[in-house]
């Protein structure tokens, strides 16, 4: 099992940037996809970027590609998502995840950490 808590959430002015950061418990960190989700106020909770074990590759919503990069440290037990050009759109509570490399369901969560975007 893994156990995740995020954080680096908080209030920006739209064009800012934030880094969210998420620390993993466990010794096969680099045994696990890692993915943040988002949800907004109202709203299904949504995909936003993922990475693989071995942070070799990476996938992202169309919404914020170009603007969010993801990456990881499995010596840290670390993945981090810097969110650059910030869009009171991007407003939401941010979920760390993680799955299994051969399960397809993402199965441990974060807490969440909130990131506001004014206008």
């Known amino acids: 099992q893994v156990q995740l808590v995020e954080s680096g959430g908080g209030l920006v002015q739209a064009g800012g940037s934030l880094r969210l950061s998420c620390a993993a418990s466990?010794?096969?960190?680099?045994?696990?996809?890692m993915a943040w989700f988002r949800q907004a106020p109202g709203k299904e909770r949504e995909f936003v970027t993922s990475?693989?074990?071995?942070?070799?590759?990476?996938d992202y919503a169309d919404s914020v590609k170009g603007r969010f990069t993801i990456s990881r440290d499995n010596a840290k037990n670390m993945v981090y998502l810097q969110m650059n050009g910030l869009k009171p759109e991007d407003t939401a509570v941010y979920y760390c995840?993680?799955?299994?490399?051969?399960?397809?369901?993402?199965?441990?969560w974060g807490q969440g950490t909130q990131v506001t975007v004014s206008s």
């Open positions: 466990g010794r096969t960190f680099n045994m696990y996809v």
């Open positions: 995840a993680a799955r299994l490399i051969l399960v397809n369901k993402y199965n441990y």
């Open positions: 990475i693989s074990s071995s942070g070799s590759s990476t």
